[in-house]
């Protein structure tokens, strides 16, 4: 790569700014998203939950119904950069690794790494907690914590996967591997350069050039002759790849709009049993099927305290729909799209032991067929014990009553025609 007093050559420039401006990109798919916003805070809790877990010996001896299990699935369901990030924490019984299950002393090394990131305030407090992981040389583990680093401090450290570290390796003519801390922080050095380069393009938050080097490392944006950083990437691969993007692209269109409807649905039934309606505040923009404008057009401008801290407050207004009555949330809805079940889930968590006083019933809004999904996701150890636990609303339900309720509901309770208890 070239050194950082140099001008991007034309050629990089070129691909930063295809990059940026394909729809079909990482960094309009994933990036400029409202489920990686609203990732931030449901992750930091769950790497919370993580290291209590382990110091209190309640961390299983497999991945599977640990907690960590929970946050590696909240992660892997941003999609495309995060798809098969859990995998490096798979326990693989034959293989003894990564040795954090039945390895007291490692298992609390990584805790007290985790612990150390979360609590940290300065970029070098958590190269030292990578330096003192990494000197434990846990077996199978490698630089597999370096997704959960981004959640917790995505201004000075990347993602991190096989297509980052390959696109970076394209770019900058390295051979970084990918089971080396040492070689994640030499590409994160790289990263930092590069991001600096191009403030007008990218952003302080390392997910948007994360997502350049995903796309160049799959070959995406290294279609058109670029040879200096072109992949050896085959044609039918490469074409395999673009459709499967496309496809992925109309399908969170298609979700995206009954996303928008189901919550159009939730504030008109809202406001006809006389309650004040919030909508999440990254879905302002989306558009209103009964009012003709913008969902953010009905909502209120602003949330009441609701006596909350202000970290907790705002994990609380990216809530789907809130009902309100007198200042205070009387019902509280999160409408799940294909892969948010986890961070739905926990957001509404979140909210319920935020206000255990006066916790408000919750719903999870989802497609029909899923409430078997629904169902197995509850009875996880890390919800199993939720004395507030949410019911379900089916997409087709809310659709199909929708008016009835508004002409015939004279209260929140009236959902109980079409929830099902879980």
């Keep these: 790569m070239e050194p950082s007093n140099a001008n991007p050559s034309p050629e990089l420039q070129t691909l930063v700014q295809r990059y940026c401006g394909d729809p079909e990109s990482v960094y309009h798919t994933w990036f400029l998203g409202e489920e990686r916003l609203k990732a931030f805070r449901t992750i930091r809790r769950g790497i919370q939950v993580v290291v209590d877990d382990i110091f209190q010996e309640r961390f299983p001896r497999d991945y599977r119904g640990s907690s960590l299990e929970v946050v590696m699935t909240a992660i892997a369901e941003q999609k495309q950069v995060f798809q098969g990030a859990a995998h490096a924490f798979y326990w693989k019984p034959k293989l003894r690794i990564p040795d ?18 979360l609590k940290a305030t300065r970029e070098d407090q958590v190269l030292a907690a990578i330096h003192r992981l990494d000197a434990l040389r846990i ?39 990918l089971g080396s801390w040492r070689d994640y922080l030499a590409m994160r050095e790289g990263i930092l350069d590069l991001n600096g380069r191009f403030p007008g393009h990218f952003s302080r938050d390392l997910g948007a050039v994360s997502g350049f080097l995903f796309d160049l490392g799959i070959g995406k944006i290294a279609m058109n002759g670029n040879v200096e950083v072109a992949l050896a990437f085959e044609e039918k691969k490469l074409q395999k790849t673009l459709e499967k993007r496309h496809q992925e692209v109309l399908a969170d269109l298609l979700e995206s709009s009954q996303h928008a409807r189901m919550q159009a649905h939730l504030m008109k039934v809202g406001k006809a049993l006389g309650c004040q309606v919030w909508v999440a505040r990254n879905d302002r923009q989306a558009p209103d099927c009964h009012g003709g404008g913008r969902l953010g057009e009905r909502s209120l401008s602003v949330l009441p305290p609701l006596g909350l801290a202000p970290e907790v407050l705002a994990t609380v207004e990216l809530i789907d729909v809130l009902w309100l ?64 636990k949410p019911a379900l609303i089916a997409f087709s339900d809310l659709e199909a009553h929708c008016e009835a309720l508004c002409r015939f509901g004279s209260d929140p309770s009236v959902l109980g025609r079409i929830a099902k208890g879980l």
């Design 325 to 388: 009555q007198d200042n205070r949330v009387v019902c509280a809805f999160e409408v799940e799209k294909s892969t948010s079940i986890y961070s739905g889930i926990l957001r509404l968590q979140d909210l319920s032991l935020s206000l255990p006083a006066s916790a408000p019933p919750m719903y999870l809004v989802a497609p029909d067929g899923r409430e078997g999904e629904v169902r197995a996701q509850l009875v996880r150890p890390i919800f199993r014990e939720l004395a507030n």
């Design 139 to 177: 077996k199978g583990m490698g630089p597999a914590a370096a997704n959960l680093l981004y959640f917790l401090h995505p201004t000075v450290f990347p993602a991190f996967n096989t297509a980052i570290l390959q696109g970076f390796n394209a770019l900058a003519g390295a051979k970084l591997k």
């Design 100 to 117: 954090i299950y039945e390895h007291r002393e490692n298992q609390l090394g990584f805790a007290r790494f985790l612990d150390e990131a």
